[in-house]
């Protein structure tokens, strides 16, 4: 399932679509259905428009092949990526800064593509929106 949202903005011409992909690793479909999946997938990439790509991952795990496989197809065409780490109040805070420097590593991210966050807790959410404006309207943050 593909979610789309129309964002409006306050200034004319400067809304935007924010397209949610909910649990691409996770779907339990035929493989028929996953392979038109990843082509939905690889065409919302290709759009030279793309500002770049929200990536929800949970803190608690171990990035999974297709998390893999979307970091190498992100890097490959030079897609801006911002990592939210989510669910960082599941983890003790001594351990968090691990988790995400482990994770940074893994997906070869840089510092200023991570942030780990907690919606129960409301931690880096407001860093996250800065992070998320910078996407949409460069040179802001």
């Known amino acids: 399932m593909l979610n789309v949202f ?4 306050a200034a004319p011409g400067g809304g ?4 949610d992909l909910p649990g ?13 999946f990843r082509l939905l997938i690889t ?7 793309l500002m770049g790509v929200l990536w929800l991952l949970d803190i608690r795990r171990e990035p999974s092949d297709d998390d893999r ?5 992100f890097a490959e065409r030079e897609t801006p990526v911002l990592a939210a780490l989510t669910k960082s109040d599941a983890v003790p805070r001594a351990v968090r800064t691990k988790r995400q420097r482990e994770l940074r590593s893994a997906l070869e991210l840089e510092d200023d593509q991570v942030i780990a966050t907690s919606a129960r807790k409301n931690e880096g959410v407001g860093e996250l929106r800065e992070a998320i404006a910078g996407l949409i309207q460069p040179g802001t943050m």
């Open 16 to 19: 935007y679509y924010l397209l």
């Open 43 to 49: 065409h919302l990439l290709d759009r030279a428009r």
């Open 6 to 9: 129309e964002m409006p903005a």
């Open 24 to 36: 691409y690793g996770y779907a339990r479909a035929s493989q028929a259905d996953l392979r038109a």
């Open 69 to 73: 496989a979307m970091q190498a197809f």
